[in-house]
Nanobody
């Protein structure tokens, strides 16, 4: 199972970016999907997660600015980031809880990370 993330880049404060993450491989089903981030010198933190029924949880720091969504048929999750701030600068990682074909349990999988830099 592979998670391929894309969409990071350099943006000015107040700008927007949209991150995408597609899961591929021997997938039977996918549970929750989410985005995490890690800034230099800090621990990885959860940004947003979305369940299979579309219910969401956001970190307080991004509520009202970020929106997570998913397409179950495409095994894809997105993170729309608006009103970006310098403190949003980090490497963003997508995560999915996946049951592989032939497996009896779900496991965590991570994407490779995409850099988001908010700076003027």
């Amino acid at each position: 199972v592979q998670l391929q993330a894309s969409g990071g880049g350099l943006v000015q404060p107040g700008g927007s970016l949209r991150l995408s993450c597609a899961a591929s491989g021997s997938i039977f089903s996918i549970g929750a999907m989410g985005w995490y981030r890690q800034a230099p010198g800090k621990q990885r933190e959860r940004v947003a997660i979305i369940s299979t029924d579309g219910s969401t949880i956001y970190a307080d720091s991004v509520k009202g600015r970020f929106t997570i969504s998913r397409d179950n048929a495409k095994n894809t999750v997105w993170l729309q980031m608006n009103s970006l701030k310098p403190e949003d600068t980090a490497v963003y990682y997508c995560n999915a809880v996946v049951k592989r074909l032939g497996s009896i349990r779900y496991m965590d999988y991570w994407g490779q990370g995409t850099q988001v830099t908010v700076s003027s």
